[in-house]
Nanobody
Framework: QVQLVESGGGLVQPGGSLRLSCAAS?????????MGWYRQAPGKERELVAS???????NYADSVKGRFTISRDNFKNTMYLRMNSLKPDDTAVYYC??????????WGQGTQVTVSS
């Protein structure tokens, strides 16, 4: 069993940066493959923002390519999402996710990111 906890969200101006963290409060993230960041804006469906496999392969939504970077540190038991050049359209609740070898999915509680001047 893995419990995931996000942090690092907040209010930022357009063009600004944030780094989100997803730490495992119980369990180890190395058992999760892949891991990913999702987001859900008001009135919209949850969408995949970025994902990373255990060997470090990454995948990004077209809307964030070149601006966001996903990474994971199994020793620190944490996954990250570095977000640069933020836009108002990036405003959403961001969730981290991981899937284990039984295809069970684990979700964090979410962290709010608001991009506004």
């Amino acid at each position: 069993q893995v419990q995931l906890v996000e942090s690092g969200g907040g209010l930022v101006q357009p063009g600004g940066s944030l780094r989100l963290s997803c730490a495992a409060s119980t369990g180890r993230i190395f058992v999760l493959n892949p891991m990913g960041w999702y987001r859900q804006a008001p009135g919209k469906e949850r969408e995949l923002v970025a994902s990373i496999t255990s060997d470090g392969s990454t995948n990004y939504a077209d809307s964030v390519k070149g601006r966001f970077t996903i990474s994971r540190d199994n020793f620190k038991n944490t996954m990250y999402l570095r977000m640069n050049s933020l836009k108002p359209d990036d405003t959403a609740v961001y969730y981290c996710n991981g899937r284990d070898y039984r295809s069970l999915q684990y979700w964090g509680q979410g962290t709010q990111v608001t991009v506004s001047s």
